[in-house]
Protein backbone atom coordinates (compact mmCIF):
# COMPACT_ATOMS: atom_id res chain seq x y z
CA UNK A 1 0.00 0.00 0.00
CA UNK A 2 2.67 2.70 0.86
CA UNK A 3 4.52 2.25 -2.77
CA UNK A 4 1.02 2.83 -4.38
CA UNK A 5 0.16 5.66 -2.15
CA UNK A 6 3.71 7.33 -2.91
CA UNK A 7 3.33 6.37 -6.95
CA UNK A 8 0.02 7.97 -6.83
CA UNK A 9 1.24 10.81 -4.83
CA UNK A 10 3.68 11.69 -6.93
CA UNK A 11 1.50 11.05 -10.12
CA UNK A 12 -0.89 13.94 -8.52
CA UNK A 13 1.57 16.06 -8.66
CA UNK A 14 3.00 16.08 -12.03
CA UNK A 15 -0.54 16.00 -13.17
CA UNK A 16 -1.18 19.25 -11.05
CA UNK A 17 1.72 20.74 -13.26
CA UNK A 18 2.66 23.46 -11.22
CA UNK A 19 4.70 23.59 -8.29
CA UNK A 20 3.28 24.05 -4.37
CA UNK A 21 4.14 27.13 -2.04
CA UNK A 22 7.80 27.34 -1.43
CA UNK A 23 6.95 27.80 2.45
CA UNK A 24 6.89 24.28 4.58
CA UNK A 25 4.36 24.00 6.65
CA UNK A 26 3.32 20.99 9.09
CA UNK A 27 -0.78 20.49 10.14
CA UNK A 28 -1.51 18.53 13.17
CA UNK A 29 -4.30 16.02 12.39
CA UNK A 30 -6.54 14.88 15.45
CA UNK A 31 -8.11 11.63 15.05
CA UNK A 32 -10.53 9.75 18.45
CA UNK A 33 -9.58 6.15 17.51
CA UNK A 34 -6.62 4.18 18.21
CA UNK A 35 -3.47 4.24 16.01
CA UNK A 36 -4.45 0.48 15.21
CA UNK A 37 -8.07 0.49 14.30
CA UNK A 38 -8.62 0.89 10.52
CA UNK A 39 -9.98 4.74 10.31
CA UNK A 40 -6.80 6.08 12.09
CA UNK A 41 -5.17 3.70 9.92
CA UNK A 42 -6.61 4.75 6.95
CA UNK A 43 -5.69 8.86 8.35
CA UNK A 44 -2.62 8.20 8.27
CA UNK A 45 -2.06 6.73 4.80
CA UNK A 46 -3.92 9.86 3.73
CA UNK A 47 -1.04 11.93 5.76
CA UNK A 48 1.45 10.01 4.37
CA UNK A 49 0.29 10.34 0.88
CA UNK A 50 -0.26 14.16 1.11
CA UNK A 51 3.19 14.47 2.13
CA UNK A 52 5.18 12.90 -0.24
CA UNK A 53 2.37 14.40 -2.82
CA UNK A 54 3.97 17.82 -2.05
CA UNK A 55 7.33 16.56 -1.08
CA UNK A 56 7.41 17.78 2.60
CA UNK A 57 6.30 20.99 1.53
CA UNK A 58 2.83 20.32 3.41
CA UNK A 59 3.53 17.70 6.16
CA UNK A 60 0.17 16.17 7.96
CA UNK A 61 0.80 14.40 11.47
CA UNK A 62 -2.12 12.48 12.41
CA UNK A 63 -2.94 12.43 16.66
CA UNK A 64 -4.81 8.98 17.34
CA UNK A 65 -6.73 8.47 20.19
CA UNK A 66 -7.46 11.88 21.30
CA UNK A 67 -3.77 12.29 22.19
CA UNK A 68 -4.44 15.84 20.97
CA UNK A 69 -8.15 16.71 21.35
CA UNK A 70 -10.80 14.10 22.71
CA UNK A 71 -13.94 13.38 19.71
CA UNK A 72 -15.89 15.72 21.28
CA UNK A 73 -13.04 18.50 20.72
CA UNK A 74 -12.18 17.89 17.38
CA UNK A 75 -14.80 19.87 15.17
CA UNK A 76 -14.65 22.79 17.09
CA UNK A 77 -10.77 23.12 16.98
CA UNK A 78 -10.96 22.50 13.16
CA UNK A 79 -13.78 24.98 12.80
CA UNK A 80 -12.13 27.62 14.86
CA UNK A 81 -8.47 26.91 13.71
CA UNK A 82 -6.78 25.62 16.54
CA UNK A 83 -6.05 22.79 14.18
CA UNK A 84 -6.23 22.61 10.33
CA UNK A 85 -7.14 19.54 9.90
CA UNK A 86 -8.90 16.25 11.55
CA UNK A 87 -11.43 13.33 11.95
CA UNK A 88 -14.46 13.25 13.12
CA UNK A 89 -17.65 11.10 13.45
CA UNK A 90 -20.15 13.53 12.16
CA UNK A 91 -23.18 12.02 14.10
CA UNK A 92 -21.60 12.66 17.80
CA UNK A 93 -22.84 16.23 16.58
CA UNK A 94 -26.23 15.63 16.28
CA UNK A 95 -27.27 18.00 18.28
CA UNK A 96 -26.61 21.03 16.47
CA UNK A 97 -27.82 20.40 13.01
CA UNK A 98 -30.37 16.75 12.25
CA UNK A 99 -28.48 16.28 9.38
CA UNK A 100 -25.68 15.16 11.01
CA UNK A 101 -27.34 12.27 12.01
CA UNK A 102 -28.38 10.67 8.30
CA UNK A 103 -25.76 7.77 8.51
CA UNK A 104 -26.99 6.67 12.17
CA UNK A 105 -31.24 6.25 11.11
CA UNK A 106 -31.50 2.77 12.28
CA UNK A 107 -32.32 -0.07 10.35
CA UNK A 108 -32.44 2.41 6.64
CA UNK A 109 -28.92 1.64 5.25
CA UNK A 110 -27.38 -1.89 7.01
CA UNK A 111 -25.06 -2.52 4.17
CA UNK A 112 -22.02 -1.47 2.61
CA UNK A 113 -23.81 -1.01 -0.48
CA UNK A 114 -26.50 0.78 0.68
CA UNK A 115 -24.05 2.79 3.10
CA UNK A 116 -22.77 4.11 -0.20
CA UNK A 117 -26.02 4.75 -1.73
CA UNK A 118 -27.03 6.63 1.28
CA UNK A 119 -23.98 8.76 1.12
CA UNK A 120 -24.26 9.82 -2.12
CA UNK A 121 -27.76 11.24 -1.67
CA UNK A 122 -26.30 13.06 1.74
CA UNK A 123 -22.72 14.19 0.46
CA UNK A 124 -23.84 17.79 -1.18
CA UNK A 125 -26.41 18.62 1.71
CA UNK A 126 -23.27 17.87 4.33
CA UNK A 127 -20.61 19.82 2.74
CA UNK A 128 -22.92 23.01 1.98
CA UNK A 129 -23.76 22.68 5.63
CA UNK A 130 -19.80 21.81 6.31
CA UNK A 131 -18.75 25.02 4.48
CA UNK A 132 -21.22 27.11 6.28
CA UNK A 133 -19.38 26.56 9.61
CA UNK A 134 -15.91 27.14 8.40
CA UNK A 135 -15.06 23.33 6.86
CA UNK A 136 -14.36 22.17 3.75
CA UNK A 137 -15.02 18.04 4.03
CA UNK A 138 -12.28 16.04 2.58
CA UNK A 139 -13.82 12.09 2.59
CA UNK A 140 -15.69 9.97 5.07
CA UNK A 141 -15.61 6.30 5.64
CA UNK A 142 -18.10 4.16 6.92
CA UNK A 143 -17.56 1.81 9.82
CA UNK A 144 -19.05 -1.65 9.96
CA UNK A 145 -22.84 -1.95 10.48
CA UNK A 146 -23.56 -1.44 14.63
CA UNK A 147 -24.54 -4.94 16.42
CA UNK A 148 -24.94 -4.44 20.32
CA UNK A 149 -22.94 -5.78 23.25
CA UNK A 150 -24.06 -7.06 26.58
CA UNK A 151 -22.28 -8.20 29.52
CA UNK A 152 -25.47 -10.95 29.85
CA UNK A 153 -27.40 -13.01 27.45
CA UNK A 154 -30.31 -10.87 26.00
CA UNK A 155 -33.46 -11.81 24.59
CA UNK A 156 -35.99 -9.02 24.75
CA UNK A 157 -35.63 -6.01 25.84
CA UNK A 158 -37.14 -6.85 29.46
CA UNK A 159 -33.61 -8.39 29.92
CA UNK A 160 -31.92 -4.58 29.51
CA UNK A 161 -33.97 -2.80 31.04
CA UNK A 162 -32.38 -0.06 33.98
CA UNK A 163 -28.44 -1.50 32.29
CA UNK A 164 -26.01 1.38 31.75
CA UNK A 165 -25.67 1.79 28.13
CA UNK A 166 -22.59 3.70 26.44
CA UNK A 167 -23.70 6.43 23.65
CA UNK A 168 -21.27 7.81 21.43
CA UNK A 169 -24.29 9.95 19.16
CA UNK A 170 -27.82 10.88 19.09
CA UNK A 171 -29.21 8.16 17.65
CA UNK A 172 -27.40 5.61 20.54
CA UNK A 173 -28.59 7.68 23.56
CA UNK A 174 -32.39 7.24 21.87
CA UNK A 175 -32.29 3.88 21.22
CA UNK A 176 -30.97 3.53 25.07
CA UNK A 177 -33.84 5.43 26.16
CA UNK A 178 -36.55 3.90 24.34
CA UNK A 179 -35.22 0.78 25.44
CA UNK A 180 -35.51 1.47 29.32
CA UNK A 181 -31.95 1.28 29.39
CA UNK A 182 -29.71 4.92 30.57
CA UNK A 183 -27.70 6.42 28.27
CA UNK A 184 -23.90 6.92 29.54
CA UNK A 185 -21.42 9.09 26.95
CA UNK A 186 -18.25 7.77 26.86
CA UNK A 187 -15.89 8.10 23.91
CA UNK A 188 -14.13 5.72 22.19
CA UNK A 189 -10.35 5.74 24.03
CA UNK A 190 -12.17 5.42 27.76
CA UNK A 191 -14.51 2.60 26.50
CA UNK A 192 -12.24 -0.46 28.13
CA UNK A 193 -11.73 1.68 31.77
CA UNK A 194 -15.98 2.26 31.49
CA UNK A 195 -16.91 -1.68 31.43
CA UNK A 196 -14.09 -2.46 33.46
CA UNK A 197 -15.79 -0.30 36.24
CA UNK A 198 -19.02 -0.63 35.79
CA UNK A 199 -19.62 2.58 34.06
CA UNK A 200 -21.59 0.84 31.23
CA UNK A 201 -22.36 -2.17 30.79
CA UNK A 202 -23.49 -2.09 26.71
CA UNK A 203 -23.18 -0.63 23.74
CA UNK A 204 -24.17 -0.57 20.19
CA UNK A 205 -21.21 -0.48 18.12
CA UNK A 206 -19.40 -1.93 14.98
CA UNK A 207 -16.67 -5.18 15.78
CA UNK A 208 -13.80 -3.05 14.89
CA UNK A 209 -14.35 -0.77 17.95
CA UNK A 210 -15.38 -3.98 20.37
CA UNK A 211 -11.86 -5.56 18.93
CA UNK A 212 -10.15 -2.65 19.25
CA UNK A 213 -11.10 -2.44 23.28
CA UNK A 214 -11.07 -5.71 24.00
CA UNK A 215 -14.60 -5.86 25.68
CA UNK A 216 -14.26 -9.47 25.55
CA UNK A 217 -12.56 -8.50 28.85
CA UNK A 218 -15.96 -7.80 30.49
CA UNK A 219 -18.67 -8.11 28.15
CA UNK A 220 -19.94 -11.49 26.99
CA UNK A 221 -22.58 -10.81 24.21
CA UNK A 222 -22.31 -9.56 21.25
CA UNK A 223 -25.47 -9.66 19.04
CA UNK A 224 -25.11 -8.43 14.76
CA UNK A 225 -28.23 -6.58 14.64
CA UNK A 226 -27.29 -3.97 11.56
CA UNK A 227 -28.56 -0.91 13.24
CA UNK A 228 -26.88 1.41 11.02
CA UNK A 229 -23.49 2.72 9.16
CA UNK A 230 -22.09 5.51 10.91
CA UNK A 231 -19.33 7.26 9.04
CA UNK A 232 -16.07 8.76 9.86
CA UNK A 233 -14.92 12.47 8.21
CA UNK A 234 -11.72 13.83 7.50
CA UNK A 235 -12.31 18.16 7.45
CA UNK A 236 -9.78 21.26 6.53
CA UNK A 237 -10.49 24.17 8.50
CA UNK A 238 -11.70 26.43 5.57
CA UNK A 239 -9.58 29.26 5.67
CA UNK A 240 -6.73 26.89 5.81
CA UNK A 241 -8.24 24.90 2.94
CA UNK A 242 -8.36 28.81 0.53
CA UNK A 243 -5.10 29.89 1.99
CA UNK A 244 -3.65 26.54 -0.05
CA UNK A 245 -2.63 26.85 -3.79
CA UNK A 246 -4.54 24.88 -6.69
CA UNK A 247 -1.64 22.22 -7.12
CA UNK A 248 -1.95 21.78 -3.41
CA UNK A 249 -4.88 21.33 -3.00
CA UNK A 250 -5.15 18.67 -6.12
CA UNK A 251 -3.08 16.81 -4.22
CA UNK A 252 -5.18 16.77 -1.06
CA UNK A 253 -8.56 16.13 -2.86
CA UNK A 254 -6.64 13.31 -4.86
CA UNK A 255 -5.33 11.78 -1.39
CA UNK A 256 -8.32 12.21 0.04
CA UNK A 257 -10.46 9.57 -2.62
CA UNK A 258 -7.80 7.13 -2.69
CA UNK A 259 -8.13 7.34 1.41
CA UNK A 260 -11.89 7.02 0.79
CA UNK A 261 -11.58 4.04 -1.74
CA UNK A 262 -9.09 2.42 0.82
CA UNK A 263 -11.02 2.87 4.33
CA UNK A 264 -14.33 1.55 2.26
CA UNK A 265 -12.18 -1.79 1.61
CA UNK A 266 -10.77 -1.62 4.97
CA UNK A 267 -13.92 -1.18 6.87
CA UNK A 268 -15.36 -4.19 5.07
CA UNK A 269 -12.37 -6.58 5.67
CA UNK A 270 -11.80 -5.30 9.51
CA UNK A 271 -16.03 -6.24 10.13
CA UNK A 272 -15.13 -10.15 9.14
CA UNK A 273 -11.76 -9.94 10.47
CA UNK A 274 -13.40 -8.35 14.19
CA UNK A 275 -16.58 -10.23 14.68
CA UNK A 276 -14.70 -13.51 14.28
CA UNK A 277 -11.95 -12.29 16.67
CA UNK A 278 -15.07 -11.31 19.78
CA UNK A 279 -16.12 -14.99 18.95
CA UNK A 280 -12.61 -16.35 19.64
CA UNK A 281 -11.93 -14.59 22.48
CA UNK A 282 -14.81 -16.31 24.36
CA UNK A 283 -17.51 -13.77 23.64
CA UNK A 284 -21.27 -15.32 22.32
CA UNK A 285 -21.73 -13.66 18.74
CA UNK A 286 -24.83 -13.90 16.35
CA UNK A 287 -28.05 -12.65 15.89
CA UNK A 288 -30.92 -11.24 18.02
CA UNK A 289 -33.69 -13.21 18.81
CA UNK A 290 -36.85 -12.94 16.72
CA UNK A 291 -38.04 -11.00 20.24
CA UNK A 292 -35.48 -8.54 20.58
CA UNK A 293 -35.48 -8.09 16.68
CA UNK A 294 -39.03 -7.08 16.43
CA UNK A 295 -38.66 -4.95 19.35
CA UNK A 296 -35.77 -3.39 17.76
CA UNK A 297 -37.12 -2.85 14.78
CA UNK A 298 -40.35 -0.37 16.81
CA UNK A 299 -37.65 1.35 17.96
CA UNK A 300 -35.94 2.10 14.56
CA UNK A 301 -39.92 3.37 13.34
CA UNK A 302 -40.25 5.78 16.00
CA UNK A 303 -36.25 7.22 15.33
CA UNK A 304 -36.76 7.28 11.93
CA UNK A 305 -40.10 9.62 12.02
CA UNK A 306 -38.23 11.83 14.84
CA UNK A 307 -35.71 12.10 12.77
CA UNK A 308 -37.25 13.13 9.59
CA UNK A 309 -39.25 15.80 11.61
CA UNK A 310 -36.38 17.29 13.29
CA UNK A 311 -34.30 17.30 10.06
CA UNK A 312 -37.52 18.65 7.71
CA UNK A 313 -37.37 18.61 3.83
CA UNK A 314 -33.60 18.76 3.51
CA UNK A 315 -33.79 15.50 5.57
CA UNK A 316 -36.83 14.24 3.46
CA UNK A 317 -34.89 14.42 0.04
CA UNK A 318 -31.98 12.57 1.45
CA UNK A 319 -33.85 9.42 2.78
CA UNK A 320 -35.91 9.75 -0.84
CA UNK A 321 -33.24 9.74 -3.17
CA UNK A 322 -31.76 7.20 -1.28
CA UNK A 323 -34.41 4.91 -1.18
CA UNK A 324 -35.03 5.70 -5.16
CA UNK A 325 -31.28 4.70 -6.04
CA UNK A 326 -32.08 1.01 -4.82
Request: net charge negative.
Amino acid sequence: MSKTIQTIAIGFVVAAGATVSASAETWDMPMAYPATNFQSETGAKFAECVTLGTGGVLEIQTHANGSLYSGAEIKRAIQTGQVNIGERLLSGNQNENALFGFDSIPFLATSFADSEKLWEAAKGPLSELLESQNLHLLYSVPWPSQGLYFNREVNSLADVKGLKFRSYNTASARMAELAGMLPVQIEAAELSQAFATGVAEGMVSSGSTGYDSKVWESLSHYYAVDAWLPRNYVMVNKDAWNGLDSATQGILNGCASLAEYAGDWRSIQYNEFTVGELAKNGMTTGPASPELAAELAKIGETMTAEWLETAGDEGKKIVEAFKASK
